[in-house]
Structures are given as structure tokens and as C-alpha cells.
């Protein structure tokens, strides 16, 4: 792994200790609007993935139709014009 690769790493390692930490801290989550702590949990898993990425030696540039939304990830205005477009 590359130093710049190596610093990426490491600082997305960063962001996901400290969402995780949020979402584990009970008192901060009660009182956290359920879409707000799916988002959260979204965002970790996306950091995960970027980690998982960069560990395994793949591309940093990827194009956005590659990065797949984690399973029950909250929806995308990409998601809502879909479904309205093929409701007819």
C-alpha cells in the first residue's frame, strides 16, 4: 500500500471510529431521528467499504454507479425519481 493509500486509510479508519462511537453512545442515539441514525449507519458502512477498497489494493477512482448503497441504506433522490418514473 502506497503512503498516500496508507494516509486515505487512516483517516477513514478515523471517521469510522467516530461515527461508531455515536452510534454506540445510548444517549445521543435516543435522542437521534430515526433517518438521521440510518444515514449514519450508512455513511459507516460506506467508509467500511472505502477501507476495504484501499486495503485490497482497488482503485481509488471508481465511478458512482460502482459504489453500491448498503443494504436498507436510507433512499436516494435517485431512488425516488426511479420508482416515479416506473409507477406508470
Do not use: C, Y
Not at 500500500?1 to 467516530?18: D, E, G, H, P, V
Not at 442515539?29 to 486495503?55: C, N, S, Y
Amino acid at each position: 500500500m502506497s503512503t498516500a493509500s496508507s494516509s486515505r486509510t487512516s483517516l477513514l479508519q478515523q471517521a469510522a471510529a467516530r461515527l461508531r462511537s455515536i452510534l454506540e453512545d445510548k444517549p445521543i442515539i435516543m435522542k437521534t431521528p430515526p433517518k438521521a441514525e440510518a444515514a449514519m449507519r450508512f455513511a459507516l458502512e460506506a467508509v467500511e467499504q472505502a477501507i476495504g477498497r484501499l486495503e485490497s489494493g482497488g482503485g481509488t477512482e471508481t465511478p458512482s454507479e460502482a459504489v453500491s448503497r448498503p443494504r436498507g441504506g436510507p433512499p436516494t433522490s435517485r431512488d425516488s425519481f426511479w420508482h416515479s418514473s416506473n409507477s406508470t
